[in-house]
Nanobody, 128 residues
Framework: QVHLDESGGGLVQAGGSLRLSCAATRRTVSIFGMGWFRQAPGKEREFVAAISWSGDNIYYADSVKGRFTISKDNAKNTVYLQMNSLKPEDTAVYYC?????????????????????WGQGTQVTVSS
């Protein structure tokens, strides 16, 4: 069993920044691709960012490109999402997730179906 524990959410004014963390149990981020998703009230869960198991490939949703940065620390088994220039439309519950397949070089996966373990989510609220 793998547990993913997100933290770092909160309330911030538009234009502000937050850094989300996702700490994983067991050896996870060094051999599995990881993703961040978000879900706003009444909307479907949407892709935000992903990082390949090797760390060589990173992908972002167009809506966050240039403002958000995904990174990971294999030694700490933790994935991060640095969010800058936040907008009210970024308000959502943010989830980290682990890819289903280890060492998978087909790393451009934006659908939640490619991820098997999910954290409990952390709320991000951006006020205008």
């Amino acid at each position: 069993q793998v547990h993913l524990d997100e933290s770092g959410g909160g309330l911030v004014q538009a234009g502000g920044s937050l850094r989300l963390s996702c700490a994983a149990t067991r050896r996870t981020v060094s051999i599995f691709g990881m993703g961040w998703f978000r879900q706003a009230p009444g909307k479907e869960r949407e892709f935000v960012a992903a990082i390949s198991w090797s760390g060589d490939n990173i992908y972002y949703a167009d809506s966050v490109k240039g403002r958000f940065t995904i990174s990971k620390d294999n030694a700490k088994n933790t994935v991060y999402l640095q969010m800058n220039s936040l907008k009210p439309e970024d308000t959502a519950v943010y989830y980290c997730a682990r890819r289903r397949t280890a060492l998978d070089n087909n790393d451009y996966r934006v659908s939640p179906i490619y991820y098997d373990y999910w954290g409990q989510g952390t709320q991000v609220t951006v006020s205008s």
